[in-house]
């Protein structure tokens, strides 16, 4: 059974951007898309750049120190094999929480 760990606020992330937070000492991007959240790991595969600080253009988040696009879904960065992995949302009461 999946455990849920709390990780934020829904109202802390404004729409159409990204924040991070840490999750058993990796730190996670969550994205709000506004009918959504959602979750990937906040390194950039290719030089480790902080994902939540990009531009989230519709479903992707672009990776503020080359311009890689990363899919905020699939986790797949944009023309290459690289992935960042996915972490499943669940959002109670405006409370968003992470399956471990």
Do not use: W
């Not at 672009?62 to 949302?89: F, Q, S, W």
Request: aromatic content about 4%; hydrophobic content about 35%.
């Amino acid at each position: 059974m999946d455990k849920l760990i709390k990780v934020g606020h829904r109202q802390d992330i404004p729409l159409g951007e990204g924040r991070r937070c840490l999750l058993n000492g990796e730190e996670v991007g969550l994205f709000n898309l506004g009918n959504e959240i959602l979750a990937i790991s906040n390194r950039c595969p290719h030089q480790n750049g902080p994902l939540s600080d990009g531009l989230v253009t519709g479903s992707e988040v672009i990776c503020p120190m080359h311009g890689r696009k990363v899919n905020l879904k699939t986790g797949c960065v944009a023309n290459e094999k690289d992935k960042v992995r996915v972490y499943d949302v669940v959002v109670q009461n405006g409370e968003i929480y992470l399956k471990c």
